[in-house]
């Protein structure tokens, strides 16, 4: 039974959604089990829809909730110094490496890449105005090794090779299967190593118990309401090699993953 994904998502981005046969890869990948194809939406998260106010007085507020939760948990749980050592771990050999964090969001995993690393130079970035808008004015907007600006990560503004590595940090979800193939493509040439990380996305009998577990307080929490989405929008190991093999492929992807690990994704161009 052939697999039609619903219509594209309300993402707000400036990358072209092409209608090729990527764009009708399940979550779980072309390989996905019935069960696995159920568990995907194309519902937009608060933190996707426009805090520029498209008519909704509470759409800032609530992207903002989210946001600052993100923030709260990386701190609480250490994912940013965690996510910052997997990111210098892969410019150890670098003497100043120049990094660009796509979808930066608060900026947390940026300030502590600067932290962690003495000569590291930082392009802190996200394609939503109002982030870039916060991010230039807190810290990272006057550090002497960061530079903040409004990127896309499918269409990114940088010339090949700018950078010795970009990360993009537990947003790769939010993109649609085109858009997601598009930052492959966009991540290795403008920097030698792509870092994906991202929500692992269970096997499905795991993944029906995790939703059952956050689904009660959906309505009530944005952060757990933008959790269940994201859940149901990750993508398996097998769809994430499908959308490097899309891009191009020439795109070398190592994949890794643990039960206490997020999903990491390594690419390079061979
Ligand atoms: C869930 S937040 C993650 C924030 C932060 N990286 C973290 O680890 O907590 C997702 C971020 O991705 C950004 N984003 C979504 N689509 C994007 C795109 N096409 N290019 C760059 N950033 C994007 C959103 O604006 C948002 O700030």
Redo the contacts with the bound molecule.
């Keep these: 039974m052939a697999y039609v994904a619903p219509g594209a998502d309300s ?1 707000r ?1 400036r ?1 072209t959604s092409d209608k090729t046969g990527i764009e009708r890869m399940p979550r779980g990948g072309y390989d996905a089990s019935c069960l696995d194809r159920l568990l995907q939406t194309e519902r937009s998260e608060y ?1 996707d829809r426009d805090a520029d106010g498209d008519g909704d007085d509470g759409a800032a507020a609530r992207r903002q909730q989210v ?1 600052d939760a ?2 709260w948990t ?1 701190r609480f749980f250490r994912n940013h110094e965690k996510f910052a050592a997997i990111a210098l771990d892969l410019v150890a050999d670098v003497p100043d490496p120049r990094i660009v964090e ?5 900026g ?2 940026s300030r502590q890449l600067l932290h962690d690393h003495p000569s590291a130079r930082v392009t802190v970035s ?3 105005r109002a ?1 870039v808008r916060a991010l230039t004015a807190g810290e990272l907007g006057t550090h002497p090794r960061a530079q903040v600006r409004e ?4 269409a990114i503004d940088a010339a090949d090779g700018s950078f010795d590595l970009a990360v993009f ?3 790769f979800h ?2 649609s299967p085109a ?1 997601a193939s598009r930052v492959f493509a966009e991540g290795t040439r403008v920097a030698d190593t792509l870092l994906i990380i991202d929500l692992p996305r269970p096997p499905a009998p795991l993944h029906l118990l995790r939703l059952a577990a956050m689904l009660p307080a959906a309505p009530f929490v944005p952060f757990i309401h933008d959790g269940v989405i994201s859940s149901l929008r990750s993508y398996s190991p097998s769809a994430l090699r499908s959308l490097a093999l899309h891009a191009d492929r020439n795109i070398e992807v190592e994949l890794r993953s643990g039960l206490t690990l997020p999903q990491i994704v390594i690419a390079r161009r061979g």
């Design positions: 993402l981005t990358g933190i946001i993100l923030d990386g796509l979808g930066a969001g608060h947390g995993l996200d394609v939503d982030s990127l896309d990560a499918t940090a537990l947003s939010h993109l858009q």
